[in-house]
Every structure is written in C-alpha cells, then in structure tokens.
C-alpha cells in the first residue's frame, strides 16, 4: 500500500489579507486533498479583508480559521514543511524571504490587489471577482500540472 504525499503550499502576500487568504481558500477546495495550503504575509495587516470573507462566503467556501499571519510562523521549527512558496504580490516577491525548511520551490504570481480598489462596494466587489478568477485558473493549471 503506497501513502499519498499531500504537497504543502504557502501563498505569501505583504498583508495577509485578500489575495493569499482567497489563494489558500481556493487551492485547499481545488487541490482534492492531495495539497494543503496556508497563506501568510510579511508584514500581516491582523484581519482578513470584509471583501475577501464576503466573497468566499458567496461562493460557500469554509471561512472558519482564515486569518491574516506573519510567515515566521511558517520558518520557524514545528512549522509545516512547504513543497511550494508561491508569491501573489509584487511587494512580497521583491522582499528577502526567511530561509525555508526543506528548501521549496518557489514561483511567482503577479495578481492585482483587490483590496484597495474602487470608491463603491460595486467596484470593489468587481475587484476581488476579477482577482479570485485569475487566482482560480492560475491555481487549476498547478493543480493539474502537479497534481498527479
């Protein structure tokens, strides 16, 4: 009888708060049990945005015990071992990442920041729409690229 690895992903982002936390939701449901995601951030702003919960909730994703984290709890020792470090902001890419245990693979993906769009909850509701559909099919190709 052979045992399943489940790969272990981290989407970072700077604030923890939208992108990341909508990539860890996303991936978590996607990813069938063979990944288990988390989500941190390099500067963790304490709470998941409104927008983001709002979203994932319309879309009945679980939202129980997403938060916004710093990513040394993820560098740290009892961490989780990562298989991918995957980077949704500019900013976190551009930032110098703890050494991680295991040294995982990491990649790169340039999403726009809902968060901070739009003067009407129309527009910023739009904003985190377009950010979870690219974050959806970025997250379908590694899923079927890696998956196996």
């Not at 992903?9 to 990539?23: D, E, P, W, Y």
């Not at 449901?29 to 989500?39: E, I, P, Q, T, V």
């Not at 040294?103 to 769009?117: K, Y």
Request: net charge negative; proline share 5%.
């Amino acid at each position: 009888m052979t045992t399943k690895h489940i790969r272990n992903v981290l989407f970072l982002c700077t604030g923890n708060s939208a992108r990341s936390i909508l990539s860890e939701a996303i991936l978590n449901r996607l990813g069938d049990g063979r990944f288990r995601a988390f989500s941190a951030g390099s500067k963790p702003v304490g709470q998941v945005n409104p927008g983001a919960l709002e979203l994932l909730q319309r879309r009945q994703y679980p939202t129980h015990g997403l938060r916004s984290k710093s990513w040394d709890e993820f560098a740290g020792s009892g961490a989780p071992e990562m298989d991918y470090i995957l980077t949704v902001c500019n900013n976190a890419a551009g930032e110098t990442c703890p050494v991680w245990p295991g040294h995982p693979a990491t990649e790169h993906w340039d999403i726009d920041d809902p968060a901070g769009v739009g003067d009407s909850d129309e527009e910023r509701r739009a904003a985190f729409e377009e950010a979870y559909a690219v974050l959806e099919k970025r997250i379908e190709k590694f899923v079927d690229r890696l998956g196996s």
